[in-house]
């Protein structure tokens, strides 16, 4: 069955940085558009970045265009959020997301 599995989460500083990987499984990875959402108390889920199954097109959120990097390796099946600058108002949980299916999210707090 399908799986995503996200990890990297954490509590950072403003200004800092954080990975989060998403291990795939259950399905051909390098078939799909790959895509992280995050959902902040109180708010509706909302896209952060997509990617394409090749990896040659991506899409960010305005909020997040220049600070955060989408990739993947369809190899390892996985697909990467680089996030830097990171901003107080960025604090949400991540979830790793393929047509249908969701992971069970991590936790990112920006925080002094």
């Known amino acids: 069955q399908v799986q995503l599995v996200e990890s990297g989460g954490g509590l950072v500083q403003p200004g800092g940085s954080l990975r989060l990987s998403c291990a795939a499984s259950g399905f051909t990875f390098s078939s799909y558009t790959m895509s992280w959402y995050r959902q902040a108390p109180g708010k509706e889920r909302e896209l952060v970045a997509a990617?394409?199954?090749?990896?040659?097109?991506?899409n960010y959120a305005d909020s997040v265009k220049g600070r955060f990097t989408i990739s993947r390796d369809n190899a390892k099946n996985t697909v990467t959020l680089q996030m830097n600058s990171l901003k107080p108002e960025d604090t949400a949980v991540y979830y790793c997301?393929?047509?249908?299916?969701w992971g069970q999210g991590t936790q990112v707090t920006v925080s002094s």
């Open positions: 997301y393929k047509t249908n299916y």
């Open positions: 990617i394409g199954p090749a990896g040659g097109i991506t």
